[in-house]
């Protein structure tokens, strides 16, 4: 092998020349491989309003068929329209996730156009949970993330089921990152 710097025969697999102290082969770099640890989705009970909106057209529509001088025409429609309701509701659900991997933290957003935002867990300034009446009665929070990089750059996971088990995991795996 030659030294790069001064041109020296240095001996084989040698790191640094043995004239000039210049090095000749840069260490490899450690292999790190990232996992994930979790996928969070919004809560069906994001979607509560929908999903009674759509029942209460149901209803309404079934309602109407069976009525001795119903409407089947209108029946069908408001059934149509329950279903439509109700996928806009599952599409919404699933367009929404957060990511949690041994490195990072992403955020999905979207369906036809998406937007995706990741936030390095070594970066993670704060993590914190909030969590309405109405929340804690159903087992959701807020947990909010912010990063140390921005101080306008913050992922916030709307009602996800037990946000202080989601909280201590992204301190533990931060922490892990960090060591």
């Known amino acids: ?39 969070i989705l919004p809560s069906w ?4 309003g929908a999903l009674a909106l759509a029942a209460l057209a149901f209803l309404l529509g079934v309602g109407m068929m069976v009525a ?21 509701a599952t599409i919404a659900r699933r367009s929404t996730s957060w990511s949690l991997t041994s490195d990072r933290l992403i955020e ?4 036809l ?10 970066d ?16 959701l929070g807020n947990v909010k993330v912010a990063s140390a990089a921005s101080v306008d750059f913050m992922i916030r996971m709307l009602d996800i089921p037990d946000p202080e088990r989601m909280a201590e ?10 060591a």
Request: aromatic share 6%; glycine share 8%; net charge positive.
């Open 124 to 139: 993670v300034r704060s993590i914190e949970v909030e969590r309405s009446a109405q929340q804690r009665l159903l087992g």
């Open 68 to 88: 001795p001088n119903g409407d089947a025409r209108g029946g069908l429609a408001a059934i149509a329209i329950a279903g439509l309701i109700t996928m806009r």
């Open 169 to 178: 995991i992204l301190r533990k795996a931060r922490l892990k990152r960090l």
């Open 113 to 122: 156009s998406t937007r995706r935002r990741e936030m390095e867990l070594a």
């Open 45 to 48: 009970w994001h979607f509560g």
């Open 108 to 111: 999905r957003t979207g369906f």
């Open 1 to 39: 092998m030659r030294c790069p710097q001064c041109g020296f025969d240095a001996a084989a697999q040698a790191a640094f020349c043995a004239r000039c102290g210049a090095r000749i082969m840069a260490p490899r770099p450690e292999t790190r491989h990232e996992y994930a640890l979790t996928r």
